[in-house]
């Protein structure tokens, strides 16, 4: 009897087992996602690709907003240069114009109307503003530059009419140089 109560158990046992509710619907197959626009890779290639081409376009478009500056920045100097050059040249013909009134007027006497300068330092100083003259006309700024300097040494011993030659002379100096500046 145990033989066949085990027997009986077994059966049941395996009957349950290989026995499956038929009553549940299978289950319903896996769907397949929407595609996204974010997360696929063609999706992200496209996104990178118009994300280059933005920047291309927004580099073009300093690029040529930085040429337009540059080239009125250009103009501009140019223009202030010009005018610079032109300002510079009248003052060079002004003092070019002054030139021969320096040279060849003696001085002999001071804007007070007292006795005239010691001959000799008057006389000295005559021939070295001549000199400092042909310095400035030969473009030898350094040496017209040393010359006014031994001038204004020697101003509190020369008339007033000498040492307004010397001033303008100084002043066709700084005309000369500021003229090669723009050469």
Do not use: W
């Amino acid at each position: 009897m145990t033989r066949h109560t085990i027997l009986i158990v077994a059966l049941s046992a395996f009957t349950l087992v290989g026995c499956e509710d038929k009553s549940t619907p299978p289950p319903a197959p896996r769907p397949t996602p929407a595609p996204s626009t974010s997360s696929t890779g063609s999706d992200i290639s496209d996104a990178a690709a118009k994300a280059a081409a933005d920047a291309k376009a927004a580099g073009e478009k300093a690029l040529e907003e930085t040429k337009a500056a540059a080239d009125k920045a250009a103009a501009d100097l140019a223009k202030t240069t010009e005018d610079a050059k032109a300002a510079t040249t009248k003052a060079v013909e002004d003092a070019k114009a002054a030139v021969p009134a320096i040279t060849t007027t003696p001085a002999a006497t001071t804007t007070s109307g007292t006795a005239a300068a010691p001959a000799d330092a008057t006389a000295k100083a005559t021939s070295l503003l001549e000199q400092v003259m042909q310095y400035i006309k030969d473009n030898k700024t350094d040496l017209a530059e040393s010359g006014l300097k031994q001038l204004d040494g020697m101003k509190g011993s020369l008339p007033a009419s000498l040492v307004e030659k010397i001033n303008q002379a100084k002043s066709l100096l700084e005309a000369k140089k500021a003229e090669s500046m723009f050469k």
